[in-house]
């Protein structure tokens, strides 16, 4: 069983910046980000793998966001930079025993970008 715990979201401005964390407590394969903006389905936003840091993106955060782990905190956090309106969404922490299969879900944290 995995607990996880997001913090951060907001409001923000286009072009600013936000950072999401979230504290897992529990042994899992991998950490990923998902969002889902109203009206739409979830969408895989970025995951890392806890043994060798290997990173995966949406294509259109490249660049943009960074998704990083804390082992000594077992915390994984997205770093959000040049946010765009269409980035709006409730964004959702997972974690998995593979890097394709999301077991264990935050309660999720909104973000808000305005033009």
């Known amino acids: 069983q995995v607990e996880l715990a997001e913090s951060g979201g907001g409001l923000v401005q286009a072009g600013e910046s936000l950072r999401l964390s979230c504290a897992a407590s529990?042994?899992?394969?991998?950490m990923a980000w998902w969002r889902q903006a109203p009206g739409k389905e979830r969408q895989f936003v970025a995951a890392v793998r806890w043994n060798d840091g290997q990173t995966y993106y949406l294509d259109s955060v490249v660049g943009r966001f960074t998704i990083f782990i804390d082992t000594a905190r077992n915390t994984v956090s997205l770093q959000m930079n040049s946010l765009r309106p269409e980035d709006t969404a409730v964004y959702y922490c997972?974690?998995?025993?593979?890097?394709?299969?999301?077991?264990?879900w935050g309660q999720g944290t909104q973000v808000t970008v305005s033009s």
């Open positions: 529990g042994w899992s394969y991998a």
């Open positions: 997972a974690a998995g025993a593979t890097i394709s299969k999301w077991e264990y």
